[in-house]
Nanobody, 123 residues
Framework: QVQLVESGGGSVQAGGSLRLSCTAS????????MGWFRQAPGKEREFVAA????????YYSHSVRGRFIITRDNAKNMLYLQMNTLKPEDTAVYYC????????????????WGQGTQVTVVS
């Protein structure tokens, strides 16, 4: 059973940047696609970004494309989300998740989740 722990959240002014990190346990990190999701108060959890098992292909939601960058370091079992030009509507709890397979297929393909880290963007 993999354990995922997010860090790097906080409060930032609109237009600023944050970098989220996700530490994964276990030896199979490099065999799975990984992703980031977020959930704002009163809203459903939504897909943010995903990356395939070797980091060669990335996917983004329309709302973050061009502002957020997802990367991974398989040697360190780490997943990252660089968030730039943050907007108040980016405020949410951000979750790291592991896909069941090596490639991203759909938002419902993720079977393991972290506890989340809060990101607050103030205007």
């Amino acid at each position: 059973q993999v354990q995922l722990v997010e860090s790097g959240g906080g409060s930032v002014q609109a237009g600023g940047s944050l970098r989220l990190s996700c530490t994964a346990s276990g030896r199979t990190f490099g065999s799975h696609a990984m992703g980031w999701f977020r959930q704002a108060p009163g809203k459903e959890r939504e897909f943010v970004a995903a990356i395939n098992y070797i980091g060669s292909t990335t996917y983004y939601s329309h709302s973050v494309r061009g502002r957020f960058i997802i990367t991974r370091d398989n040697a360190k079992n780490m997943l990252y989300l660089q968030m730039n030009t943050l907007k108040p509507e980016d405020t949410a709890v951000y979750y790291c998740a592991r896909e069941r397979g090596p490639d991203y297929s759909a938002p419902d393909g993720f079977g393991s989740w972290g506890q989340g880290t809060q990101v607050t963007v103030v205007s």
